[in-house]
């Protein structure tokens, strides 16, 4: 949407924004308008809008457009409505027209008081929290966020003794696979690619702890709620079962200076560096290219970095700096030794921000010109590296000696499964560790499993199901892009449980 508009105003009744929220909601209710309520489906809720009385904007008519238009959709077959914390500040701009204003809150809170305001501000009808938090997001660096399942419980039966309801969020937490993760800001806050989120069903869909004893608390208000427990006496979910499929070594590919097998397309030269979205690229990376000048004072600074969201510098392909998007502006020194040297910029695309006012203007990429002793660089060229498509590396040679690739660079590694219950069984789910390893990008047989960063943390291993791997005798294919640090093994471990707290 940026691309074409980058003054679009995000969540608002400007009319570009509007004319893609109408071309979504034709392919979106083409598909779950057969599934409402109303229609014998299992949909009897369709939420409106999300905590925008936390957005800056406050567009009333934004929201009245958008109930008309889901009403539309709807009519009578599910009710409409809106989630906000709450407060006189998220109610003042959050419920809109003809949909059920709803709060959230997790627990430890105050459900009388929670649920007696929102009653007051929607003079009665039912009481719902839409989104009773059963845990809570991870960002990279961060100490694993979650919530104590004693605390929970406790809250949730407050909740039931209110005769309220609730929705669970999470109660699967899922893995962002892919370059999927978003973020949160100001400053910028990453997040991790699990989002198992502490959630009663963990990333893997194994039930936890936690899962039981909702569930047995639950079942004390079978007969109040009319909940149904007899399919759970006879059959109790298990586990899906996992394997520790071992260790396997990984070879030397190609750097990503040398790789245009991958490139999404040739290189774009401009005059001075541009976004992401005006490359027409919304993840991965971009490689940003041009030369120092021949002549300059010694001890020159090299300024105005303006950089979203993470970038390794090199100079002549030796990395000379890492910068992240926690300051707007960045320098580095060079000296005489530097004149005429390429410089490279390798900037990641660590996620959109997904909350509040700093969602709208969330470009990525080098957004500024960068100077030489205060003279503008300028000749650039881009390099797209979005990762689309990593099947060309399957057929490189690889090289075992990892130092003569300058990083980042992509390793490889071939293997087997072992035979188990005859050939081409279903393999099982499995967790992949790289530990040892710096900071890079994981795929399994072409499919993108996500980031990987250990040595911040506080993820370490990455969800691979099993689905996405072949059974013996099929081979399978590890890639990962490394961007900082191989370790002296090259290995990386698959094993049966996943690390997410360090």
Same mark, same amino acid.
């Given at each position: 949407?940026?691309?074409?508009?980058?003054?679009?105003?995000?969540?608002? !009744?400007?009319?570009?924004?509007?004319?893609? !929220?109408?071309?979504?909601?034709?392919?979106?209710?083409?598909? +779950?308008?057969?599934?409402?309520?109303?229609?014998?489906?299992?949909?009897?809720?369709?939420?409106?809008?999300?905590?925008?009385?936390?957005?800056?904007?406050?567009?009333?008519?934004?929201?009245?457009?958008?109930?008309?238009?889901?009403?539309?959709?709807?009519?009578? *077959?599910?009710?409409?409505?809106?989630?906000?914390?709450?407060?006189?500040?998220?109610?003042?701009?959050?419920?809109?027209? &003809?949909?059920?204003?709803?709060?959230?809150?997790?627990?430890?809170?105050? !459900?009388?008081?929670?649920?007696?305001?929102?009653?007051?501000?929607?003079?009665?009808?039912?009481? $719902?929290?839409?989104?009773?938090?059963?845990?809570?997001?991870?960002?990279?660096?961060? *100490?694993?966020?979650?919530?104590?399942?004693?605390?929970?419980?406790?809250?949730?039966?407050?909740?039931?003794?209110?005769?309220?309801?609730?929705?669970?969020?999470?109660?699967?937490?899922?893995?962002?696979?892919?370059?999927?993760?978003?973020?949160?800001?100001?400053?910028?806050?990453?997040?991790?690619?699990?989002?198992?989120?502490?959630?009663? +069903?963990?990333?893997?869909?194994?039930?936890?702890?936690?899962?039981?004893?909702?569930?047995?608390?639950?079942?004390?208000?079978?007969?109040?709620?009319?909940?149904?427990?007899?399919?759970?006496?006879?059959?109790?979910?298990?586990?899906?079962?996992?394997?520790?499929?071992?260790?396997?070594?990984?070879?030397?590919?190609?750097?990503?200076?040398?790789?245009? #097998?991958?490139?999404?397309?040739?290189?774009?030269?401009?005059?001075?560096?541009?976004?992401?979205?005006?490359?027409?690229?919304?993840?991965?990376?971009?490689?940003?290219?041009?030369?120092?000048?021949?002549?300059?004072?010694?001890?020159?600074?090299?300024?105005?970095?303006? +950089?979203?969201?993470?970038?390794?510098?090199?100079?002549?392909?030796?990395?000379?700096?890492?910068?992240?998007?926690?300051?707007?502006?960045?320098?580095?020194?060079?000296?005489?030794?530097?004149?005429?040297?390429?410089?490279? +910029?390798?900037?990641?695309?660590?996620?959109?921000?997904?909350?509040?006012?700093?969602?709208?203007?969330?470009?990525?990429?080098?957004?500024?010109?960068?100077?030489?002793?205060?003279?503008?660089?300028?000749?650039?060229?881009?390099?797209?590296?979005?990762?689309?498509?990593?099947?060309?590396?399957? #057929?490189?040679?690889?090289?075992?000696?990892?130092?003569? $690739?300058?990083?980042?660079?992509?390793?490889?590694?071939?293997?087997?499964?072992?035979?188990?219950?005859?050939?081409?069984?279903?393999?099982?789910?499995?967790?992949?560790?790289?530990?040892?390893?710096?900071?890079?990008?994981?795929? $399994?047989?072409?499919?993108?499993?996500?980031?990987?960063?250990?040595?911040?943390?506080?993820?370490?291993?990455?969800?691979?199901? &099993?689905?996405?791997?072949?059974?013996?005798?099929?081979? *399978?294919?590890?890639?990962?892009?490394?961007?900082?640090? !191989?370790?002296?093994?090259?290995?990386?471990?698959?094993?049966?449980?996943?690390?997410?707290?360090?």
């Amino acid at each position: 949407m940026l691309t074409g508009n980058p003054d679009m105003q995000l969540r608002t !009744v400007d009319p570009p924004f509007l004319s893609f !929220v109408d071309r979504w909601f034709r392919v979106l209710f083409e598909k +779950i308008t057969p599934l409402l309520y109303g229609k014998g489906g299992p949909i009897f809720m369709v939420q409106v809008e999300n905590e925008y009385g936390n957005y800056f904007q406050c567009d009333q008519g934004y929201l009245r457009w958008l109930s008309e238009k889901m009403s539309s959709y709807v009519g009578k *077959n599910a009710v409409l409505y809106t989630t906000d914390q709450a407060s006189d500040s998220a109610f003042k701009c959050g419920p809109a027209p &003809g949909a059920l204003a709803t709060v959230d809150f997790g627990a430890g809170n105050d !459900v009388d008081a929670l649920f007696d305001f929102m009653s007051y501000r929607n003079k009665g009808g039912p009481m $719902v929290n839409s989104e009773f938090y059963s845990g809570w997001l991870t960002h990279w660096t961060e *100490n694993f966020g979650g919530v104590a399942t004693g605390a929970v419980v406790e809250t949730m039966i407050d909740i039931l003794k209110r005769n309220a309801s609730f929705s669970i969020y999470m109660i699967h937490g899922g893995t962002n696979f892919g370059f999927t993760s978003g973020a949160n800001g100001l400053p910028y806050k990453p997040d991790i690619t699990s989002y198992d989120y502490d959630a009663p +069903i963990d990333e893997a869909g194994d039930l936890t702890t936690k899962y039981f004893a909702i569930r047995s608390a639950l079942k004390k208000y079978k007969d109040s709620y009319n909940l149904d427990f007899d399919y759970a006496k006879e059959k109790t979910p298990m586990d899906y079962p996992k394997k520790a499929y071992g260790s396997v070594k990984l070879s030397a590919v190609v750097s990503i200076f040398n790789a245009p #097998d991958i490139y999404d397309d040739e290189p774009v030269y401009e005059k001075i560096p541009q976004s992401f979205e005006t490359l027409e690229i919304y993840s991965g990376y971009v490689l940003y290219e041009t030369y120092i000048p021949k002549k300059f004072p010694d001890f020159a600074s090299l300024s105005n970095l303006k +950089i979203r969201d993470r970038a390794i510098v090199y100079l002549d392909e030796e990395q000379r700096a890492i910068f992240n998007r926690s300051s707007e502006h960045y320098s580095l020194t060079l000296l005489q030794k530097d004149k005429g040297k390429k410089l490279s +910029i390798f900037i990641e695309n660590q996620g959109y921000i997904n909350y509040e006012k700093h969602m709208q203007g969330d470009f990525k990429g080098l957004l500024s010109i960068p100077a030489m002793d205060g003279r503008p660089l300028l000749g650039w060229t881009m390099t797209k590296i979005s990762l689309s498509n990593v099947k060309p590396l399957h #057929d490189m040679l690889t090289t075992p000696n990892s130092s003569t $690739v300058k990083l980042p660079a992509f390793y490889m590694a071939e293997f087997k499964l072992p035979q188990e219950n005859g050939s081409y069984s279903q393999p099982a789910d499995t967790f992949l560790d790289p530990s040892g390893w710096g900071k890079g990008v994981v795929f $399994v047989n072409g499919k993108n499993m996500g980031r990987y960063w250990p040595s911040v943390g506080p993820q370490i291993t990455l969800y691979i199901p &099993g689905c996405y791997l072949k059974a013996y005798p099929g081979v *399978n294919k590890l890639v990962i892009l490394e961007e900082e640090k !191989v370790p002296e093994t090259l290995e990386m471990k698959f094993q049966d449980m996943h690390r997410l707290r360090g």
